[in-house]
C-alpha cells in the first residue's frame, strides 16, 4: 500500500467462507483492516457497536438477509457506507439496495481489484466528508461545495457531468477507476456499458482540464478504464 494510503476499517458481512477469506486475505494484504462475519444479525449488531469506515454487505445471509441489516443501520442512524455484493444482477436489485441506502453496488463474480478500488474510494470520500470541502491533486483544486475547479489561478468551469467525472476520478486519485464504476457513480446506470457517452465526455473534461496545462492529469488504462495519479511536486 502507498505511503499515503491510510488503512480502512473494513466490516466484512458474507457467509460465503471463500469468498470471505479471498476478500480479507486480498484487503489486509493492501494494508487495510478487515472483521469479518458471516451471518446477518451478528454482523449488523458489530456494525452498530464498532465504528467503521466501510461495510461490505451480501444480500444473501442466514438470518438476516443484507437488505433487512441495511435498512436497521440506516433506521438507527449508522451512516457507514455500505457497498452491497450479490449474486444477482437485475437492476431491480441494484435500485433496491440504493435507495435502501447503500452507497455502492457490485455483481458476483467480480475482480478483487475493482471491489478494492470501490471499498477505498468509498473510503476517501467518508475521510473527505468529514475533513474538508476541497480535493487536491497538484495545482488542480474542486471546491465541492461551491461547484469549482482551478488549476493554479484559472478558473475552469464545467458541465454538471463533466463535474461529477471529475470528482469521481479524483476521490479515487491513483487508483483505476473502471467505465462501470463512471457509469454507477454519474449516470446511475442509465447507459449501456458500450456506449461512448464516458469517452465524449472524457474528452471534453481533458480539453477544459488537461489541454492548455504542462501536466496532464487524467490517464487512459486501456481495456479498463481512466485514472488521475497525483504528478510530482
Given at each position: ?23 480479507q486475505q ?5 494494508g ?14 458489530e ?6 469506515d466501510?461495510?461490505?454487505l ?10 433487512s441489516?441495511?435498512?436497521?443501520l ?17 437492476v431491480?436489485d441494484?435500485?433496491?439496495?440504493l435507495?435502501t441506502g ?11 481489484e ?14 473527505d466528508?468529514?475533513?474538508?470541502t ?13 461547484r469549482?475547479?482551478?488549476?493554479g ?13 471529475l ?29 461512448n457517452?464516458?469517452?465524449?465526455h472524457?474528452?471534453?473534461l ?17 481495456g479498463?478504464?481512466?485514472r488521475?495519479?497525483?504528478?510530482l511536486?
Open positions: 500500500m502507498a505511503d499515503d494510503v491510510m488503512a480502512i476499517n473494513v466490516l466484512l458481512i458474507e457467509d460465503d467462507p471463500t469468498v470471505g477469506s479471498h476478500i486480498g484487503l489486509e494484504k493492501a487495510h483492516n478487515c472483521h469479518v462475519f458471516n451471518d446477518g444479525e451478528a454482523g449488523m449488531y456494525a452498530m457497536a464498532q465504528r467503521h466501510v461495510i461490505i451480501d444480500i444473501m445471509l442466514p438470518s438476516r438477509d443484507g437488505f441489516v441495511l435498512e436497521q440506516r433506521n438507527e442512524k449508522i451512516s457507514t457506507p455500505v457497498l452491497l455484493l450479490s449474486a444477482k444482477g437485475q431491480e441494484k435500485v433496491k439496495g435507495r447503500a452507497n455502492d453496488y457490485l455483481t458476483k463474480p467480480f475482480a478483487f475493482e471491489l478494492l478500488a470501490r471499498v477505498e474510494g468509498l473510503g476517501a470520500r467518508q475521510a466528508a468529514d475533513t474538508t476541497h480535493i487536491h491533486v497538484g495545482d488542480l483544486t474542486l471546491d465541492l461545495l461551491n469549482k475547479v482551478t488549476r489561478d484559472t478558473e475552469i468551469e464545467l458541465q454538471s457531468k463533466e463535474f461529477q467525472l470528482e469521481c476520478l479524483l476521490r479515487h486519485r491513483g487508483k483505476i477507476v473502471t467505465r462501470s464504476m463512471l457509469l454507477e457513480h454519474v449516470w446511475n446506470y442509465h447507459f449501456d456499458p458500450q456506449t457517452v464516458i469517452d465524449v472524457i474528452s471534453r481533458r480539453q477544459k482540464v488537461d489541454k492548455t496545462f504542462n501536466v496532464p492529469l487524467i490517464e487512459t488504462v486501456r479498463t478504464g481512466y488521475i495519479a497525483d504528478p511536486p
